[in-house]
C-alpha cells in the first residue's frame, strides 16, 4: 500500500513535495495528546479561550504571503484570492472571539423549578475531514468555533494541500493554543474509518462530495456518532426581465468563475426568463471573455487551472455528455491538461449532467424560462439544496417566493456567500448540520438540560 502522499503545483506539474503517511503508532501518540489536551482545555474558561483567537488572527496576517503563496501553489486559486481567504479567516477569527462567550453563556428558562438552565459543553475530540478548495478557511471555520467550545480537533485534509494541512497546526501552535488542541492528521481512508470508530473521537465534520459524505456518514452511523456534512451543491441563479445587469453582472460572474468555478456555493445553473434572454447571454459572454487568465502567482490573474488534472477530465465528460444531448456552446470549452477554459452552455435541459450533477469548475448552463414559477420549478429540480440566488428589482415578489425555496439559503440581488455572522449549511443531497453563526458554535457541544428544586 503507497503509504505517501506527493504533492504537485497544478499550474506547471512540478513536484512540491512528498510527505509520509503517519504510523498507526504515531496516530495513536495524537489521539493521546487531543484527549489529554481535552482534559484542561474544557475548563480553561471560555474567555480565556476566545482570548487565542487575537492571536491566531495575529499569526495569519503576520504570515499572509506565506500562507496564502502555499496555497496557490498546491491548488491553483490565484495569488489575490488566497489572501483573501486568509483575511476571511481573520474575521471569523475576531468575530468569534468578540461572541463565542455570548453564544455559549447558560441560557435561563423559566419552569416551575427553583432554577432551570441549558449549559452548553464541549463534547471531546472531533475529527475534520476537509476539501482543498478553500485550504484554510474550510478548516478554520470548522476548527475556531469548535476548539473555542472547548472540544480538540484532528483534521484530516485533501492530499493534495497537504502543506497547507500542515502550515494550519503550525498557525495554532504559533498562536500559544495548547498542544494537542489542533492536530494535522497524514491518513488515508482506511485509517480515517478506524478513528471515526475509535471510542475517544465524539463526532465528525466533513466538507467535501456527496460519496465522501455517503462513506464517512455511513461508518460514523454504525457507532452511532453524530456528524456535520458540508457536501456538494447545484445552486440556481435565477436572473428575472427585470434584473438590473449594470449593477449586479459582475456579481453573476463571480458567483460562478471565482476560484476558477471550484465553490461549492457557486451558481452552477443560470436559469433566465425570456425577456431577458438575449441581453443576458450577450452581456454575460462579454464580461466572462474578459477574465485574465494566467499562472495564479501573479497578481493579476483572475482565472487559472483547476486543483488537479482529473477535475478537469472529469468536468470536461460532463460538458461532453450534456453537448450530445444538444447543449450549444457559447463560449470555450478547452480542455489541456488541468486547464479548462470559462465556458458557457446555452440549450441545457433537466436531463442534462451539467443540469442535474455538481460541475466543479468554471462551466455556466443557461436555461431558458418561462416566468418567475417556472424558473422557481426549474431551480427546485436539484437533488442538491445550499442556495439559491434571484436577481430583480421586484423585492415584494422575490420575498414572496422564500417560502418556495428549500434551500439552505436564499439571497436576492447577491452570489451566496458564507459570513461568519450567518449560518451556512445544505439541505438534501448537501449535507446538514450548520457552520458558523451561533448555529455553528453549538453543532459540537452537549446541550445539557440543568434543573433544580429547592
Ligand atoms: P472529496 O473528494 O469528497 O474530498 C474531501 C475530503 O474527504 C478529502 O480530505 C478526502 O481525502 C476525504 N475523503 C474522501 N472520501 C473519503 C473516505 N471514504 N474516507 C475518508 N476520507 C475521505 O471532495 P473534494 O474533491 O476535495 O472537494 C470538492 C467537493 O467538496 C465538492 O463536491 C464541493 O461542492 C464540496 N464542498 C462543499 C462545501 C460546503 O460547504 N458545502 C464546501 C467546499 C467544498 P483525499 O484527498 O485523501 O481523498
Known sequence: MNNTITTYNPYNGDKLNRYTLFSTEKTHSILDAAENTFNDWKLTPIKKRAKLLRKLGDVLNENIEKYSKLITLEMGKPIAESRAEIKKCI???DFYEKNAARFLSDHII???AHESFISYDPLGIILAVMPWNYPFWQVFRFAVPTLTAGNTGLLKHASNVTGCALAIQECFEQAGYPIGCFQTLLSNHEDIETLIKNDNVKAISLTGSEK?????????????????????????????????LDRYLNTMVKARFQNSGQSCIAAKRFIVTEGIYDTFLKRFKAEVEKLKYDNPLKETTQTSVLAREDLAEELQKQVD?????????????????AYFS???????????????EETFGPVAPIIKAKDLDHAISLASNSRFGLGTMLFTKDIETARNKIGSINDGAFFINDMVKSDPRLPFGGTKASGYGRELSQE???????????????
Not at 347 to 356: A, H, K, L, N, Q
Not at 440 to 454: P, Q
Open 321 to 337: 455528455s450534456s453537448i450530445k444531448k444538444g447543449a450549444k456552446i457559447l463560449l470555450g470549452n478547452i480542455q489541456k491538461g
Open 110 to 112: 423559566d419552569t416551575e
Open 440 to 454: 455553528g458554535i453549538l453543532e459540537f457541544v452537549n446541550i445539557k438540560t440543568i434543573y433544580i428544586n429547592k
Open 91 to 93: 474575521l471569523l477569527c
Open 212 to 244: 465522501a459524505g455517503i462513506s464517512i456518514a455511513g461508518t460514523a452511523s454504525t457507532v452511532l456518532k453524530k456528524s456535520v456534512l458540508e457536501l456538494g451543491g447545484n445552486n440556481a441563479c435565477i436572473v428575472l426581465d427585470d434584473a438590473d
Open 342 to 356: 470559462p465556458t458557457i452552455l446555452t440549450d441545457v435541459t433537466e436531463d442534462m449532467d451539467v443540469f442535474t
